[in-house]
């Protein structure tokens, strides 16, 4: 069966900081790949999806990035924390025509 | 791009009574609608869903409802509990490379 685990699960980061975020997909090939953010108590803002290796849509002009240097593995990077990047980030995967699965999440504190 | 709207924000019932939850989305080429739960602290969870050649599909308590021509679902929850309580997202989605999700409902059953 397939599992979507991120890490860290909690982190605590000074403003101005770099950020690296991971996730991995086991038991399938070629999903496609989501980045998802959530503010306190909000919904779901997508922030970048990737259907293939090296293949990243940017949906909110921002100062994160996300990479997919294999097939299932994303990851999301700042080189410059702001406060408004405190949240909750959470990993998807699906196959096409097929329903959406998250990750455990990374709760981000910028301070 | 689709636009998916979700109400009502919130939503309190008695425990035992019905609960239902109304999403529209814009997109005619729309064929995938899931139905996600998300309890405090946690990742949304996928309850039910419903592709666009079905009308209706239940799951012991929970039941979706598709009208294509009118372009909304919606989700019945019958006998509510309260471990009923959490916030829940639909979403839309074609082709399943891109997921539009609501804005949420935040559901409290009152025991």
């Known amino acids: 069966s397939q599992t979507i685990h991120q890490w860290p699960a909690t982190l605590v980061q000074p403003v101005g900081s770099p950020l690296s975020l991971e996730c991995t997909v086991e038991?399938?090939?070629?999903?496609?790949l989501y980045w998802y953010r959530q503010a306190a108590g909000r919904g779901l803002q997508l922030l970048f999806y990737s259907v293939g290796i090296g293949q990243i849509s940017s949906e909110v002009p921002q100062n994160l990035s996300a990479s997919r240097p294999q097939d299932r593995q994303f990851i999301l990077s700042s080189k410059k924390l702001l406060l408004s990047d405190s949240g909750f980030y959470l990993c998807a995967w699906s196959l096409s025509v097929d329903t959406q699965y998250f990750g455990p999440g990374t709760r981000l504190t910028v301070l | 791009g689709e636009n998916v709207e979700q109400h009502p924000s919130t939503l309190s019932v008695q425990e035992g009574d019905s609960a239902v939850i109304k999403c529209t989305y814009s997109?005619?080429?729309?064929?995938?609608f899931p139905w996600y739960k998300q309890e405090l602290g946690k990742r949304p969870q996928l309850i039910i869903d419903i592709r666009s050649n079905v009308g209706e599909k239940k799951d012991q308590r929970i039941a979706v409802t598709l009208n294509k021509t009118a372009k909304h679902f919606s989700l019945h929850i019958t006998e509510t509990q309260p471990e009923d309580s959490a916030v829940y997202f639909c979403a839309a989605s074609r082709t399943g490379n891109q997921f539009y999700f609501g804005t949420g409902t935040s559901l409290t059953v009152i025991p």
């Open positions: 997109d005619s080429a729309s064929n995938y």
């Open positions: 038991g399938t090939s070629n999903p496609n």
